[in-house]
């Protein structure tokens, strides 16, 4: 179906389509909604083939984080719509300062790159196909209602129209379902439809069934097309294992796939940079105070078993100090920090055995790499902690015996209480582990303003330690700023 080469060499020679369009495109992509019903057939770089699975993972994770937090309709497709402006925009065939077909074959490409990423499960099947049928179904209801209607003409759905005579033989029934407050019925129109295609209306008993069909009003044709395409979908899904039986020697797509369907544990993990930092703005003395304030669950557990313990393992230091770096310890503070921190042993020693790993952690020794922090998902899925480990992420590798304790002696200070555990511990078991974590900044944060629903702005999940700290810092500069305005 695909065929790449190098990620970042053209593989295919593509006419230059204008950066606009006046609403006139390729009959290839007609509509805004897409079935998703033919794969792509043409040629793309491995960089575009993870890409645009990467921007469509966003928008999908942050779908599934929505369900673990209970969102309301309205509030998730608000958040889903913030989203796909955002890293997936798919504009209507109004527009005319944008790309039309470069969005829609972007969309395409994304949507069949996480078909192959998620079908090797029935767990990963069935998330899929819940995230991808809300975000069809946010699009439905956002859609322009010309170009919607058009569509659905182009589906040919297998429904058949009721004419005047049969609507005015089943009037009463159709008049007692509608109600009072309906659209007269010579105004609605209605379609037979076979009641398997809409089992959520035959339930909620919103349509006539007679004959094994049901009689649907034209206001609720939604609930058809998109059982139509969660349908759809699940079969597509169902066969698509076959297709990547045939990748497993490919060295260049299987990692990609492997990482992409790691996207539902924490989101999509990204290198955090932290604006603000110049490598001089935190110092050793400072970490102390920061960690108590500012960290999240897991640097808040390396950083306390290292007060504790003077010492922490390899993969404890690798996974603290470098989101210290990234957080603005420069590579003079961190040696002074780690060599305070490591007490118990002589400067000899430390020098020796630990001075050259921190060095190389900030690109001076070794190969001279620039080493990122570690993302939430990384910390989850690489470098499982064993016994004696401090480092992982203490909402997946705790014991629920031991992280409702740990939750409450950490954050108690900030406003977490008993009460609260119930909602963190429901989606630590979900598996959603960095909701729980993005609940716990909203707790313990709800003194600076942050409400339920917001996330570390925006309405975004944490995916990042470094993300965590930064918003939180942010927040608290930013009140203090508001303190000392109002003082003067």
Same mark, same amino acid.
């Given at each position: 179906?695909?065929?790449?080469?190098?990620?970042?060499?053209?593989?295919?020679?593509?006419?230059?389509?204008?950066?606009?369009?006046?609403?006139?495109?390729?009959?290839?992509?007609?509509?805004?909604?897409? &079935?998703?019903?033919?794969?792509?057939?043409?040629?793309?770089?491995?960089?575009?083939?993870?890409?645009?699975?990467?921007?469509?993972?966003?928008?999908?994770?942050?779908?599934?984080?929505?369900?673990?937090?209970?969102?309301?309709?309205?509030?998730? =497709? %608000? #958040?889903?719509?913030?989203?796909?402006?955002?890293?997936?925009?798919?504009?209507?065939?109004?527009?005319?300062? #944008?790309?039309?077909?470069? +969005?829609? $074959?972007?969309?395409?490409?994304?949507? &069949?790159?996480?078909?192959?990423?998620?079908?090797? %499960?029935?767990?990963?099947?069935?998330?899929?196909?819940?995230?991808?049928?809300?975000?069809?179904?946010? $699009?439905?209801?956002?859609?322009? =209602?010309?170009?919607?209607?058009?569509?659905?003409?182009?589906?040919?759905?297998?429904?058949?129209?009721?004419?005047?005579?049969?609507?005015?033989? &089943?009037?009463?029934?159709?008049?007692?379902?509608?109600?009072?407050?309906?659209?007269?019925?010579?105004?609605?129109?209605?379609?037979?439809?076979?009641?398997?295609?809409?089992?959520?209306?035959?339930?909620?008993? $919103?349509?006539?069934?007679?004959?094994?069909?049901?009689?649907?009003?034209?206001?609720?044709? %939604?609930?058809?097309?998109?059982?139509? !395409?969660?349908?759809?979908?699940?079969?597509?899904?169902?066969?698509?294992?076959?297709? !990547?039986?045939?990748?497993?020697?490919?060295?260049?797509? #299987?990692?990609?796939?492997?990482?992409?369907?790691?996207?539902?544990?924490?989101?999509?993990?990204?290198?955090?940079?932290?604006?603000?930092?110049?490598?001089?703005?935190?110092?050793?003395?400072?970490?102390? *105070?920061?960690?108590?304030?500012?960290?999240?669950?897991?640097?808040?557990?390396?950083?306390?078993?290292?007060?504790?313990?003077?010492?922490?393992?390899? !993969?404890?230091?690798? +996974?603290?100090?470098?989101?210290?770096?990234?957080?603005?310890?420069?590579?003079?503070?961190?040696?002074?920090?780690?060599?305070?921190?490591?007490?118990?042993?002589?400067?000899?020693?430390?020098?020796?055995?630990?001075?050259?790993?921190?060095?190389?952690?900030?690109?001076?020794?070794?190969?001279?790499?620039?080493?990122?922090?570690?993302?939430?998902?990384?910390?989850?899925? @690489?470098?499982?902690?064993?016994?004696? *480990?401090?480092?992982?992420?203490?909402? $997946?590798?705790?014991?629920?015996?031991?992280? +409702?304790? @740990?939750?409450?002696?950490?954050?108690?200070?900030?406003?977490?209480?008993?009460?609260?555990?119930?909602?963190?511990?429901?989606?630590?078991?979900?598996?959603?582990?960095?909701?729980?974590?993005?609940? #716990?900044?909203?707790?313990?944060?709800?003194?600076?303003?942050? =409400?339920?629903?917001?996330?570390?702005?925006?309405?975004?999940?944490?995916?990042?330690?470094? +993300?965590?700290?930064?918003?939180?810092?942010?927040?608290?500069? %930013?009140?203090?700023?508001?303190?000392?305005?109002?003082?003067?």
């Amino acid at each position: 179906m695909y065929r790449n080469r190098e990620r970042n060499q053209p593989v295919a020679k593509r006419s230059k389509a204008p950066k606009a369009t006046t609403g006139t495109i390729e009959p290839e992509y007609p509509f805004r909604l897409n &079935f998703y019903d033919k794969p792509p057939l043409y040629e793309v770089t491995l960089e575009e083939f993870e890409t645009c699975a990467l921007d469509r993972l966003r928008v999908l994770a942050e779908i599934e984080s929505s369900f673990a937090r209970n969102r309301s309709w309205d509030e998730l =497709k %608000s #958040v889903t719509d913030t989203q796909c402006k955002k890293y997936l925009p798919l504009n209507s065939n109004t527009a005319i300062t #944008v790309h039309l077909e470069d +969005q829609r $074959r972007n969309d395409h490409l994304g949507h &069949f790159v996480l078909r192959l990423a998620f079908c090797r %499960s029935e767990e990963l099947r069935r998330r899929f196909v819940k995230a991808e049928t809300t975000l069809f179904k946010v $699009r439905y209801e956002m859609d322009d =209602k010309t170009e919607l209607a058009a569509f659905l003409e182009s589906q040919r759905f297998e429904w058949d129209k009721v004419e005047k005579l049969e609507r005015d033989q &089943f009037a009463k029934e159709l008049k007692a379902l509608e109600g009072k407050q309906s659209d007269s019925q010579d105004q609605l129109e209605y379609y037979k439809v076979p009641w398997t295609r809409v089992p959520d209306l035959v339930a909620k008993r $919103r349509v006539f069934l007679h004959g094994g069909y049901v009689y649907l009003p034209s206001k609720e044709l %939604s609930s058809f097309v998109i059982n139509e !395409f969660e349908r759809k979908l699940e079969m597509a899904l169902e066969v698509m294992p076959k297709c !990547f039986s045939r990748m497993d020697e490919d060295t260049r797509l #299987v990692p990609i796939l492997n990482n992409l369907s790691q996207g539902f544990l924490a989101g999509v993990p990204s290198e955090w940079v932290n604006p603000s930092a110049t490598g001089d703005e935190i110092r050793a003395d400072m970490i102390d *105070d920061l960690a108590r304030k500012h960290f999240p669950m897991c640097m808040r557990n390396l950083h306390e078993c290292l007060v504790r313990d003077r010492h922490l393992r390899h !993969f404890g230091r690798l +996974q603290y100090g470098l989101f210290l770096k990234v957080l603005g310890l420069s590579i003079d503070e961190a040696i002074a920090f780690w060599r305070k921190s490591f007490s118990n042993i002589t400067d000899d020693k430390f020098n020796k055995e630990y001075k050259y790993n921190i060095r190389h952690s900030f690109g001076l020794e070794g190969k001279r790499a620039n080493y990122p922090a570690k993302s939430c998902q990384q910390i989850l899925t @690489a470098d499982k902690p064993g016994v004696g *480990d401090c480092h992982g992420c203490p909402y $997946r590798h705790f014991s629920p015996e031991n992280l +409702q304790p @740990a939750l409450l002696a950490t954050y108690s200070s900030q406003g977490l209480t008993t009460n609260d555990l119930h909602e963190v511990m429901r989606t630590v078991k979900e598996g959603h582990y960095h909701v729980a974590c993005t609940r #716990v900044f909203e707790i313990t944060h709800a003194s600076r303003g942050v =409400k339920k629903g917001e996330g570390v702005g925006g309405g975004d999940s944490v995916i990042h330690p470094n +993300q965590y700290a930064a918003r939180s810092i942010e927040l608290e500069t %930013s009140r203090g700023e508001d303190v000392m305005a109002v003082e003067s």
